[in-house]
């Protein structure tokens, strides 16, 4: 089981628990919700739960819940810039379709 990151997407963790002065890393998951079922959900980690399945790539470390790594067991986590827009995209090897809108995938 394995959450990877880019690059790109550990810089930007870097820079965004940096400005923000404290925390241990990105929180990831997923919840029930949208067209399609499920969504992404990005958090700072502040602190561990004992649940939590920790990964480490780029000097970031990710937290995950073992309900939501069922869901995203090898997904690469990439931050990508397109003109004035930028946002976390996720290549997730489990996903069976995504909503038209992007915002959720069935799983």
């Given at each position: 089981m394995a959450i990877s990151l880019t690059p790109?997407?550990?810089?930007?963790?870097?820079?965004?628990?940096?400005?923000?002065?404290?925390?241990?890393?990105?929180?990831?998951?997923v919840r029930k919700t949208g067209c399609s079922g499920f969504a992404y959900v990005i958090n700072y980690a502040d602190q561990a739960q004992p649940q939590d399945v920790v990964f480490e790539e780029h000097g970031v470390k990710v937290f995950v819940d073992?309900?939501?790594?069922?869901?995203i067991d090898g997904t690469t986590v990439d931050f990508v810039k397109q003109g004035l827009n930028e946002a976390f995209r996720f290549q997730n090897p489990n996903i069976k379709g995504e909503c038209g809108c992007g915002e959720s995938v069935s799983v």
């Open positions: 790109a997407a550990a810089d930007r963790i870097q820079k965004f628990i940096a400005s923000r002065g404290h925390g241990l890393g990105l929180k990831l998951g073992p309900e939501s790594l069922q869901l």
